[in-house]
T-cell receptor, first 114, second 113 residues
Framework: KQEVTQIPAALSVPEGENLVLNCSFTDSAIYNLQWFRQDPGKGLTSLLLIQSSQREQTSGRLNASLDKSSGRSTLYIAASQPGDSATYLCAVMISGGSNYKLTFGKGTLLTVNP | ETGVTQSPTHLIKTRGQQVTLRCSSQSGHNTVSWYQQALGQGPQFIFQYYREEENGRGNFPPRFSGLQFPNYSSELNVNALELDDSALYLC????????????FGPGTRLTVL
């Protein structure tokens, strides 16, 4: 059974700091890995998707890496801003026979202080 | 191109009642997946529909059921509501039954009293 773990559960940093969020998964047989952002009480906003054959993806101040063999991914946020405060979720797509589903971690709650 | 939409936005029900949540998939997407996100948890896979057929479900009891219509929109039905069913219900659509990216709707917040 695929399990996804995110460390740390919560993180508080001052504005301008660079930071790394970690995600690990137990089964390397994944199709892709995705990082999402979730604001309180809201739905999911997709940030980056890394296909299983890729090593990293970048979008603006965000960079996500994937090491499938070791079951790890990191999300790097450069020059953090108060607007980055949210919960960040990592999810891996796996095949459960004929269906394709996402397995999520519990998220990292990020607070960026002005 | 219209994204994934869900209705209603919020819903309050009492224990034992039944509820229907609705999802319209992104244009051209024929696969819909439903997820339940309890407070403080990551979303959990409920089931997936492909071309109007259920195509796999997670660890949810039979009182969670669904439908997919010819236009690929979908419904999630929950019977005999329990307090623990209070959660954010997320719908995601994707293109074909494959490892393609799933695109999420804004969710429906269900509160069971």
């Amino acid at each position: 059974k695929q399990e996804v773990t995110q460390i740390p559960a919560a993180l508080s940093v001052p504005e301008g700091e660079n930071l790394v969020l970690n995600c690990s998964f137990t089964d390397s047989a994944i199709y892709n890995l995705q990082w999402f952002r979730q604001d309180p009480g809201k739905g999911l906003t997709s940030l980056l998707l890394i296909q299983s054959s890729q090593r990293e993806q970048t979008s603006g101040r965000l960079n996500a890496s994937l090491d499938k063999s070791s079951g790890r991914s990191t999300l790097y946020i450069a020059a953090s801003q108060p607007g980055d405060s949210a919960t960040y979720l990592c999810a891996v797509m796996i095949s459960g026979g004929s269906n394709y589903k996402l397995t999520f971690g519990k998220g990292t709650l990020l607070t960026v202080n002005p | 191109e219209t994204g994934v939409t869900q209705s209603p936005t919020h819903l309050i029900k009492t224990r034992g009642q039944q509820v229907t949540l609705r999802c319209s998939s992104q244009s051209g997407h024929n696969t819909v997946s439903w997820y339940q996100q309890a407070l403080g948890q990551g979303p959990q896979f409920i089931f997936q529909y492909y071309r109007e057929e259920e195509n796999g479900r997670g660890n949810f009891p039979p009182r969670f059921s669904g439908l997919q219509f010819p236009n690929y929109s979908s419904e999630l039905n929950v019977n005999a509501l329990e307090l623990d069913d209070s959660a954010l219900y997320l719908c995601a659509s994707s293109l074909e039954l494959s490892g393609n990216e799933q695109f999420f709707g804004p969710g429906t917040r269900l509160t069971v009293l």
